[in-house]
């Protein structure tokens, strides 16, 4: 078997070094050329998987290690009967820490104490989604979501209308890039709706680029009484538009996912339903597979607040002010030298540093149970220490 796969998908040759011929190339300029004699496709999101790329060859096995499957032409794949997998979920945890890093500077930004109070709107409450609600709730946010599919099928979430989510203090876009039909996503936050954002609200999207008309959301971001704005996921990447970079709070180049746990699930998630496929035994498992994690314990003292404490680790963990430096750096450095911004957008991504979720961070504390529910209910490690 011959397998074709992303130079970005890590640990592949663990998960399926046994399963035949393995070739590495890079994923976003991929072309049908370097796929004559290939049985398997194995992407991330940088690929864009339709008839143009795979007429003509004798591709039967598609996979994508990514949540995210709107770079698939899924439909064209069935017809062709070209299996296909994605990687759901996969990342999801690393989306949440994403949000809640962002969610705890935008806190301590506003000088709030706690959650009490807090207005929070999610929408699309999916894997990353509804996870996302469940933390917030546990933490004592006020949750509101819009979801209509979700809600359709009678999901016990405290939904609310798409208008009433936008009011909140804080709003996550976490849907699908849909282009089209009852549910579509394409420019949901059109320049009507942010217009109903302004000053003292916070706007993150780590769903996909194009869910919010970027070249609106620039116009509102120049105007008065502009919100805070996080991107994650830009419209025409690798190669955002450089003003609304300028105008974000918070720019990072499409990474929310990428936790070291978060990219290998996706690899584990294809490789066992290409074994599957191919009717091979799967031995790999993830856990044997990562290394131990470097960070390993964060001592609380006894006079910290739950929101200290709950900053505190969640930065100790992940801090987006990191990759919003690292991109504003490399973009002007490479602005500087002439060098597009699309190679240097993709460059950060594929060097990208070794970040771990928040169960691989032990927090040694003394008793205290509402700093510890706290930092158990966003996915921390705690034990008692007496004297820290
Ligand atoms: N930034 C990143 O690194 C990153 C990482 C992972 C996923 N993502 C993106 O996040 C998206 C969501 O991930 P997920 O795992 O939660 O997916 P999911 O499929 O589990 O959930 C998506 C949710 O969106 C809802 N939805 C669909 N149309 C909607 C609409 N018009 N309005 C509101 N909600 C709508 C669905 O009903 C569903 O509940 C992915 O499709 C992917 O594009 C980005
Ligand atoms: O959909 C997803 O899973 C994420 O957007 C994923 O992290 C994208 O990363 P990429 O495939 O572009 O490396």
Not at 95 to 105: A, F, G, P
Not at 142 to 159: C, I, K, Y
Request: negative net charge; charged residues 20%; glycine residues 10%.
């Amino acid at each position: 078997m011959h397998i074709v796969a992303d130079e970005n998908i890590p640990l592949l040759d663990a998960f399926c070094g046994g399963l035949g011929r393995l070739t590495r190339v890079d994923g976003r300029t991929l072309g049908p050329g370097q796929l004559a004699d290939a049985d398997v496709l194995l992407v991330r999101s940088v690929t864009r998987v339709n008839a143009d790329l795979l007429a003509g060859t004798k591709v039967r096995f598609v996979g994508t290690a990514t949540i995210g499957t709107d770079h698939v032409d899924t439909h064209w794949l069935a017809r062709q009967g070209i299996a296909f997998f994605s990687a759901p979920g996969c990342n999801a945890s690393s989306v949440v820490q994403y949000v809640l890093s962002v969610l705890s500077l935008f806190m301590v930004r506003q000088q709030r104490s706690g959650f009490d109070g807090l207005t929070v709107g999610v929408i699309g409450a999916g894997n990353v989604g509804g996870a996302l609600v469940q933390r917030l709730l546990d933490l004592g946010a006020s949750v509101r979501v819009s979801d209509p599919p979700r809600q359709e099928q009678g999901a016990d979430l405290p939904f609310a209308s798409l208008d009433d989510v936008l009011q909140c203090d804080v709003v996550s876009l976490n849907t699908p890039l849909i282009p089209e039909g009852p549910h579509a996503t394409a420019h949901l936050l059109d320049a009507a709706r942010l217009s109903r954002l302004g000053a003292g609200q916070l706007l993150v999207n780590s769903g996909r680029g194009p869910v919010i008309d970027n070249r609106a959301l620039l116009a509102r971001l120049q105007a008065p009484d502009a919100p805070l704005v996080a991107l994650d996921v830009w419209e025409n990447e690798p190669e955002p538009s450089a003003e609304l970079v300028d105008e974000c709070w918070l720019a990072t180049p499409h990474i929310a996912g990428y936790s070291l746990e978060g990219k290998s699930r996706g690899t584990e998630m294809i490789a066992h339903a290409l074994h599957q496929w191919a009717g091979a035994e799967f031995h790999a498992r993830l856990a044997s597979v990562l290394p131990p994690p470097p960070l390993s314990e964060l001592h609380v003292t006894d006079h910290a607040t739950p929101m200290d404490a709950l900053h505190r680790a969640l930065m100790a963990c992940y801090d987006p002010r990191d990759d919003d430096s690292r991109l504003r750096g490399a973009f002007a450095r490479g602005d500087a030298a002439g060098v597009p911004r699309g190679p240097v957008f993709d460059e950060l991504r594929k060097r990208y540093p070794v970040r771990r979720e928040p169960s691989s961070l032990t927090i040694a504390m003394p008793p205290d149970t509402a700093v510890q529910r706290t930092l158990s209910h966003c996915g921390f490690r705690v034990v008692e220490a007496s004297g820290v």
